[in-house]
């Protein structure tokens, strides 16, 4: 009877899960390679959800800058994750321009088996032991 209930719920679990065959990480990465100011308005739609651009001006300059968000951290120190059926979070550790700590933790969302950016947040840290050491999703520090 055991084995019975844990395979249902590892079958239950295997469904309400999404199987995007990436990780979100390898995702912000594509995105970190492919996206620039040069095609954003044409690669928007490959990594930003519908919900998140949905009535935003692609052409004007001020969206694509915010959706260009990348380029605010030269330098990644480490990144975790952490998927929670149908929501995935991400966040990134890192340095700007002037070499001081902030964290991107962005929100994921499945779609078409891949995963679409729904939300960021851009997190100025004081010291570098304020790195979040788990993938969080901007709600987690509304929430907090």
Avoid at 45 to 61: D, T, V
Avoid at 82 to 110: H, W
Wanted: net charge neutral; with cysteine; aromatic share 10%.
């Amino acid at each position: 009877m055991k084995l019975t209930s844990i395979l249902i719920a590892s079958l239950l679990t295997g469904c309400a899960t999404v199987n995007t065959g990436s990780t979100l990480y390898s995702t912000y990465e594509s995105y970190r390679r492919e996206v620039t100011s040069d095609n954003i308005q044409t690669s928007y739609a490959k990594y930003f959800s519908p919900e998140l651009i949905s009535g935003k001006n692609i052409a004007n300059k001020e969206v694509q800058d915010q959706l260009l968000f990348k380029n605010g951290m030269l330098r990644i120190e480490s990144h975790y994750e952490d998927i929670r059926g149908q929501k995935g979070c991400l966040t990134v550790n890192g340095y700007d321009k002037d070499a001081m700590p902030l964290s991107f933790n962005i929100e994921f969302t499945p779609d078409n088996q891949r995963w679409l950016i729904r939300a960021i947040d851009i997190l100025f840290v004081d010291n570098v032991r304020d790195f979040s050491l788990k993938g969080r999703c901007p709600s987690d520090y509304i929430n907090q």
